[in-house]
C-alpha cells in the first residue's frame, strides 16, 4: 500500500524575462529565445507552469496570475537577455514562493572570432543580446533584496550538468515540499515518559511543514486487528518471508501475531490516509494493547518501506524528518546513537523497533526478542544495516525559541563489525572524525533521534528548508 502522497510531483513555475524595445529591433531574437526557455521546460522536473516570455508589466501579472492559479511550489525565473526589473518583480511579490534565478548562458563562451567576423554590427548586438545573460543578474538580485523577496541562483550554461544538478536539486526539494505539505501524520498512542527531548507541539509541525495533524485510537487498530482473517494472515506471513531473513528461531505463533497485526496497520494507514507515523503504548501487563504494541515491529517496518515512516517512542519530529527523507527518495531509517568507536573513527547508530527495509544492506533479519529493552512487551524484531556508501543524518530540532530547525550530516555507512541484538545498527563515519562530529551535532540541542537516508542529501535539505522557511544547519 503506497503512501498517498509518495507519487506527488512538484509544480513548478517558469518564466523568461526579455525587452519588448529588442523584438523589432532584431529579427529572430525573440523566437531563439523562447526556444532556449523551451529547452529549460522540457528538462524541468515535475509539471511546469510556463509563463512565458515577460517582456512587460503587464505580461508580468499575467505570468503571476498563472503561477498563483497554478499553485507552484517554486518559481524558476529564467533570465534570456537583458531586461527591465520591473518586468520582474510584480511576479515574484504576487506569487509569494522562493524564486531560483536562471543565468544560464546558450554556450559556455561566444566564439569570439566568428562573432567579430560578422562586421555588421547590428547583427553583432543582436548576438550579443542571445548571450548576455549576466548583464540583468545584478540589476534583478538588488531589486529582489531591497523588496525583502528570498531568491537563488543558478549560474552556468543551458547544457550544464552542474547547474543542472543544481536545479534538479530544486525540484526534488520542491516535491518534497508539496509531500509533506499534503502528508497526514498520525499519532498514536502516547510519549514514553520522562523522553522530555522528544516532546514537541503538533501544531509547531503543522505550521512548519504543512503536514496535518490525526490522533489515533489505539481502540482503532485493535479493532482492526481482531478482524483479520486467516487468509490475510497467511498472505501477510508470504510477504515477510519474501522481504525478511526469518530466522529459524522465530516462533510460528509470534510470526502470526507479528502478520495480524501488520495487516491491521496497514488497514489503519489506508484508512486515515497516512503519509507518516509516530506510535508508543505500554498498556497494562497482560492486557490486550501490550500484547498489540508488542507485535507491530514488523508491520511498522513494512508500511516504513511503503513510504509511511514509522517513529516509535511517539517522536513526532522524527516522523517528520524520517518524511522528509522518504520524500527525497532517500529512505529515512529510525536512529540513535549506540556508541562510539574510536579505533575505527566511526559512530555506531541504530534502534530497536521499526527499520527501513529497502535501503538494508543485504536481507534484513527477522528476530525474537524475550524483552524490548526499557518497554514492555516481547515479540520480533528487525536486524538490519543501512546499505554501505554515502549516507545522511537528519534531525527535526526543536529550538529553545521554540521554533524548528533541520539538522544534517553527510557521512558514509562502511562495513565492520556491529551490535547483531535484534536491533537496527549501523556504523557511520563522518569527514569531521567522531569526536568533533558528536560534539558539533550535540551543540545544535537535537533530541536522540535522527532519521538516516541513503546518498548525501545535504543541498537538497538546504533547498527544502529555504522552500519552507526553515534554518538548515550542516555539520561538516
Known amino acids: ?98 524564486v531560483v534565478v536562471l543565468n544560464l548562458q546558450p554556450t559556455a563562451a561566444i566564439d569570439y572570432g566568428w562573432f567579430n567576423g560578422l562586421k555588421d554590427r547590428h547583427a553583432m548586438t543582436g548576438e550579443w543580446l542571445a548571450n548576455c545573460q549576466a548583464c540583468a543578474v545584478p540589476e534583478i ?60 507541539d503538533p501544531t509547531l509541525q503543522s505550521v512548519a511543514f504543512g503536514s496535518e495533524v490525526v490522533h489515533l485510537e489505539m481502540d482503532a ?49 489506508d484508512a486515515e490516509r497516512l503519509g507518516a507515523l509516530a506510535y508508543y503504548y505500554e498498556g497494562v501487563p497482560g492486557g490486550t494493547y501490550e ?73 534484513p533479519r527477522l528476530k525474537p526478542l524475550a524483552v524490548y529493552h526499557g518497554k514492555p512487551s516481547h515479540g520480533l524484531s528487525v536486524e538490519m544495516s543501512v546499505a554501505h556508501g554515502p549516507a545522511t543524518a537528519l534531525a527535526v530540532v526543536q529550538t529553545g525559541a521554540g521554533r524548528l530547525k533541520l539538522l544534517v550530516a553527510e557521512g558514509e555507512a562502511v562495513p565492520g563489525p556491529i551490535l547483531e541484538i535484534g536491533n537496527t545498527n549501523s556504523r557511520y563515519r563522518f569527514p569531521l572524525g567522531v569526536r568533533a562530529f558528536m560534539d558539533r551535532w550535540c551543540a545544535e540541542g537535537p533530541h536522540h533521534h535522527c532519521a538516516i537516508g541513503v546518498g548525501h542529501q545535504g543541498s537538497r535539505i538546504e533547498k527544502l528548508g529555504a522552500l519552507l522557511g526553515l534554518e538548515v544547519v550542516q555539520i561538516c
Open 1 to 98: 500500500m503506497p503512501s498517498a502522497t509518495r507519487n506527488l510531483p512538484a509544480r513548478v513555475g517558469l518564466f523568461g524575462v526579455g525587452l519588448d524595445t529588442y523584438w523589432a529591433q532584431f529579427d529572430g531574437l525573440r523566437d531563439r529565445l523562447e526556444g532556449y526557455q523551451a529547452q529549460i521546460a522540457d528538462r524541468l522536473a515535475g509539471e511546469v507552469v510556463d509563463g512565458g516570455l515577460v517582456d512587460s508589466v503587464e505580461a508580468a501579472r499575467e505570468a503571476a496570475e498563472r503561477f498563483r492559479h497554478g499553485d507552484v511550489d517554486v518559481v524558476f525565473l529564467y533570465v534570456s537577455t537583458y531586461a527591465l526589473s520591473s518586468t520582474v518583480l510584480p511576479v515574484v511579490q504576487r506569487v509569494g514562493v522562493p
Open 141 to 200: 538580485a538588488s531589486v529582489l533584496m531591497r523588496a525583502g523577496v528570498g531568491f537563488h541562483q543558478v549560474t552556468g550554461t543551458l547544457d550544464d550538468d552542474v547547474a543542472w544538478a543544481e536545479i534538479d536539486a530544486w525540484t526534488d526539494a520542491a516535491r518534497a515540499a508539496r509531500v509533506l505539505r499534503e502528508s497526514r501524520l498520525g499519532l498514536l498512542g502516547h510519549y514514553y515518559n520522562g523522553m522530555l527531548d522528544l516532546y514537541t
Open 221 to 269: 487498530l485493535q479493532a482492526l486487528r481482531e478482524s483479520v482473517t486467516d487468509g490475510e494472515v497467511d498472505a501477510m506471513l508470504d510477504e515477510i518471508d519474501e522481504a525478511f531473513d526469518v530466522s529459524p528461531e522465530c516462533a510460528r505463533d509470534e510470526l502470526r501475531r507479528a502478520a495480524r497485526t501488520a495487516v491491521a496497520l496497514d488497514r489503519l494507514a
Open 291 to 363: 500484547d498489540l504494541i508488542g507485535s507491530v515491529i514488523v508491520g511498522t517496518s513494512l508500511l516504513t518501506a511503503r513510504g509511511v515512516p514509522v517513529a516509535g517512542e511517539y517522536d513526532v519530529k522524527n516522523a517528520q524528518a524520517m518524511k522528509v527523507m522518504d520524500a527525497l527518495g532517500a529512505g529515512g531509517s529510525f536512529t540513535e546513537f549506540y556508541g562510539m568507536d574510536f579505533d575505527d573513527d566511526v559512530v555506531l547508530m541504530g534502534h530497536d523497533g521499526p527499520g527501513h527495509i529497502r535501503i538494508a544492506e543485504g536481507k
